[in-house]
């Protein structure tokens, strides 16, 4: 199996929402979708990557599943250092 670079192909991000559920959801919010079981999106994120499971990320912080807002401004509020108060 060939494997490509990260870059060529699209980054899943798979974690569980605020209530629990499981989502998969690309890093740029062109497709995503929320699952019974870890399993299920693991399977979902494989076949929307095209079988590349060197660009599925597991995320331990809620990962939500909100297609509605603009790609550059999730990575821009990704990329910012938050420190508590």
Same mark, same amino acid.
């Given at each position: 199996m060939n494997l490509a670079e990260p870059s060529l192909c699209h980054i899943v991000l798979i974690g569980k929402n605020s209530r629990g559920q499981w989502v998969a959801r690309e890093r740029d919010g062109l497709y995503g979708g929320l699952f019974v079981s870890q399993k299920a999106a693991i399977r979902y994120a494989l076949f929307e990557n095209h079988h590349h499971p060197e660009a599925i990320i597991a995320i331990a912080a809620p #990962?939500? #599943?909100?297609?509605?807002t603009t790609p550059a401004a999730d990575r821009a509020d990704m990329a910012q250092p938050r420190r508590a108060a």
């Open positions: #990962l939500e #599943l909100d297609m509605g």
